[in-house]
């Protein structure tokens, strides 16, 4: 059983790289960040905690979560790079990096105080519910962009891989609350993998001819 959480937390920690390397790529030839700020924002903050602060001991976790702090730091450097150009028109663009550096700032404070306050060892429940939130947001990106910029299936699909694979883990841990949150993960990650598939559209992949 060891064995097996082993290789899913490999399996899922390489989709997961490979999602980030994605977004990477896509963003800079898309010339738009691939992963919405809020999500980033805790996500490199999560990264950061369980990579310096909050070590477990296990080597293969140091090294997957600082492969993905440093994935992170590229993904950052294309919202820097190209987000003014999602910035709202009615806000001055003067508040662009005093705004970014204090979301980044708060998603910090609260990720490293609620995983002391919770005891949170693994970073489990911090990173789930945070994953749960990107979800969602990326389903509001392609709402708000109206197209495919910055985004593409393989991307959506390494998702739902990364995610698929540690809810197995905490479903053979019969950790409840984990795998309630990894299936709807999984669930808005399926549907965020139907709207790439239809150029940002919620439609139904199979249509069905009716005999009259």
Same mark, same amino acid.
């Given at each position: 059983? &060891?064995?097996?959480?082993?290789?899913?937390?490999?399996?899922?920690?390489?989709?997961?790289?490979?999602?980030?390397?994605?977004?990477?790529?896509? +963003?800079?030839? %898309?010339?738009?960040?691939?992963?919405?700020?809020?999500?980033?924002?805790?996500?490199? /903050?999560?990264? #950061?905690?369980? /990579?310096?602060?909050?070590? %477990?001991?296990?080597?293969? &976790?140091? $090294? $997957?979560?600082?492969?993905?702090?440093?994935?992170? @730091? +590229?993904?950052?450097?294309?919202?820097?790079?190209?987000?003014?150009? %999602?910035?709202?028109?009615?806000?001055?663009?003067?508040?662009?990096?005093?705004?970014?550096?204090?979301?980044?700032?708060? /998603?910090?404070?609260?990720?490293?105080?609620?995983?002391?306050? !919770? &005891? %949170?060892?693994?970073?489990?429940?911090?990173?789930?519910?945070?994953? !749960? $939130?990107?979800?969602?947001?990326?389903?509001? !990106? @392609?709402?708000?962009? +109206?197209?495919?910029?910055?985004? /593409?299936?393989?991307?959506? !699909?390494?998702?739902?891989?990364?995610?698929?694979?540690?809810?197995?883990?905490?479903?053979?841990? &019969?950790?409840?609350?984990?795998?309630?949150? +990894?299936?709807?993960?999984?669930?808005?990650?399926?549907?965020?993998?139907?709207?790439?598939?239809?150029?940002?559209?919620?439609?139904?992949?199979?249509? #069905?001819?009716?005999?009259?």
């Amino acid at each position: 059983m &060891h064995l097996l959480n082993q290789v899913l937390y490999a399996v899922s920690g390489a989709a997961w790289c490979i999602a980030y390397i994605l977004i990477i790529v896509r +963003g800079i030839r %898309d010339k738009a960040y691939g992963m919405p700020f809020i999500a980033l924002a805790f996500n490199i /903050s999560w990264e #950061l905690c369980f /990579s310096t602060f909050f070590y %477990d001991g296990n080597p293969v &976790h140091r $090294v $997957v979560n600082s492969a993905w702090f440093l994935l992170d @730091l +590229g993904i950052l450097f294309t919202y820097f790079r190209y987000g003014l150009k %999602d910035w709202p028109r009615a806000i001055s663009p003067a508040f662009f990096y005093p705004y970014s550096f204090f979301v980044l700032g708060i /998603s910090f404070a609260i990720t490293y105080v609620a995983v002391r306050e !919770l &005891h %949170d060892v693994y970073g489990a429940y911090t990173a789930y519910i945070s994953n !749960l $939130v990107m979800a969602l947001l990326y389903i509001n !990106l @392609l709402n708000t962009r +109206g197209g495919l910029s910055g985004q /593409s299936a393989g991307i959506a !699909l390494a998702k739902l891989v990364g995610t698929g694979c540690y809810s197995i883990v905490f479903y053979i841990w &019969h950790a409840k609350f984990l795998v309630l949150i +990894g299936a709807l993960i999984v669930f808005f990650d399926f549907i965020y993998l139907l709207m790439v598939f239809n150029e940002g559209r919620l439609v139904w992949p199979i249509r #069905l001819k009716l005999r009259s």
